[in-house]
């Protein structure tokens, strides 16, 4: 069965700092990786995802994911966090029902942002 | 466009009470899915449409849960007899066919069951 760990529940960060949030997937087959972030009282918004071609993926607002097969990770990053970035990330797999896909959801990690 | 819209956002209800939620996705989306999402963890899948069809549901989805897609359009998700372990954010989604993962969320509705 395919799934997502997200290590760490909650990551605080300064203003500036690197954000690094971490996403270990396992999957029999080679998996569709996401991102999501979730802003408070708002729906879950696509970040970025990886569909089996570029292995270092750029999504909005300056986040990026690079997919290694070999620590079977997809961890996401971004050089300078700003206040806007508190949220909650979460990491999702898709595998292929029929014609249709359906993602599997990580737990989720709440990143705080301070001055 | 104005997004995938959710209705109620909140709902409290008694155990035992019937309650309905209904989601409008975005207009040319063919595919729609609902979510269920508890405190501290992440969406979990329940079932999704694609048109009118219902194409999937999760062992989640017992037999108290129906969902249906009636003109391909907007889509209902209830509830009957509820218990205390059905309250949750109830998420629906929709997509474009063909476009693997890109899922559009709305709000949600969040379900209080005392």
């Known amino acids: 069965a395919q799934s997502v760990t997200q290590l760490g529940s909650h990551v605080s960060v300064s203003e500036g700092a690197l954000v690094l949030l971490r996403c270990n997937y396992s999957s029999s087959v080679p998996p569709y990786l996401f991102w999501y972030v979730q802003y408070p009282n708002q729906g879950l918004q696509l970040l970025l995802k990886y569909t089996s071609a570029a292995t270092l993926v750029k999504g909005i607002n300056g986040f990026e994911a690079e997919f290694k097969k070999s620590e079977t990770s997809f961890h996401l990053t971004k050089p300078s966090a700003h206040m806007s970035d508190a949220a909650e990330y979460f990491c999702a797999v898709s595998f292929l029902t029929g014609t249709a896909s359906k993602l599997t959801f990580g737990t989720g990690t709440r990143l705080q942002v301070t001055l | 466009d104005t997004g995938v819209s959710q209705d109620p956002r909140h709902k409290i209800t008694k155990r035992g009470q019937n309650v309905t939620f209904r989601c409008d996705p975005i207009s040319e989306h063919n595919r729609l899915y609902w979510y269920r999402q508890t405190l501290g963890q992440g969406p979990e899948f329940l079932t999704y449409?694609?048109?009118?069809?219902?194409?999937?549901k999760s062992r989640l989805l017992s037999d108290r849960f129906s969902a249906e897609r009636p003109k391909g359009s907007f889509s209902t998700l209830e509830i009957q007899r509820t218990e205390q372990g059905d309250s949750a954010m109830y998420l629906c989604?929709?997509?474009?066919?063909?476009?693997?993962?890109?899922?559009?969320f709305g709000e949600g509705s969040r379900l209080t069951v005392l």
């Open positions: 449409f694609q048109n009118e069809a219902q194409l999937e």
């Open positions: 989604a929709s997509s474009e066919m063909g476009v693997t993962g890109e899922l559009f």
